[in-house]
């Protein structure tokens, strides 16, 4: 049992060491130490205080939050009103547009079906008038044959114009 009874030197070396440490620790290290612990508290009051406003902050945000979403859903309704109107008005003007356009365009087609006629029609004179032409040329010819029938038709010409 020798190992577990401290002999009195060492307890009193203990106790003297114990004295020098804790004079020490309670002249340098506690203040340090309790100073610490109320600026510890003090920045946790802080800490309670800013989330308290912080709470009240967002409860004002939420409220504010919603009457900007009640005002941007009326915008927004406001907005949509609005593009159907100008969508109905936008429909119109197109079609207007599109009835001038369509007119004008029959108008240019009817203006060009006239001019089209008007030249097949010319062409087709033409083309009597030749082919009259090629006709009374081969009756020329074939009634002209003879000399005497080539006479005749040269004296006829040469009265004619004479006469005139």
């Known amino acids: 049992m020798e190992l577990f009874t401290p002999e009195f030197g060492l307890v009193f070396w203990m106790f003297v060491s114990f004295a020098i440490l804790f004079f020490i620790l309670a ?7 309790l100073k610490s612990i109320d600026e510890r508290a003090k920045m946790i ?7 308290r406003q912080a709470e009240e902050s967002l409860a004002n945000a939420k409220l504010i939050a919603e009457r900007y979403e009640k005002e941007a859903i009326a915008r927004q309704t406001e907005i949509l009103r609005e593009a159907d109107r100008m969508k109905t008005q936008i429909i119109e003007e197109a079609r207007s547009q599109a009835s001038v356009e369509a007119k004008k ?9 006239e001019q089209m006629r008007k030249e097949a029609e010319a062409r087709m004179r033409d083309e009597v008038s030749t082919l009259a032409i090629d006709i009374a040329t081969k009756v020329v010819r074939q009634q002209m044959a003879d000399n005497e029938a080539q006479s005749r038709l040269v004296n006829t010409l040469l009265d004619e114009i004479s006469e005139n």
């Not at 009051?45 to 989330?51: A, L, Q």
């Open 105 to 113: 365009v029959m108008d240019a087609a009817q203006v060009s079906i």
């Open 27 to 33: 002249r340098f290290a506690w203040p340090y130490i």
């Open 45 to 51: 009051d802080e800490g309670v205080e800013k989330t």
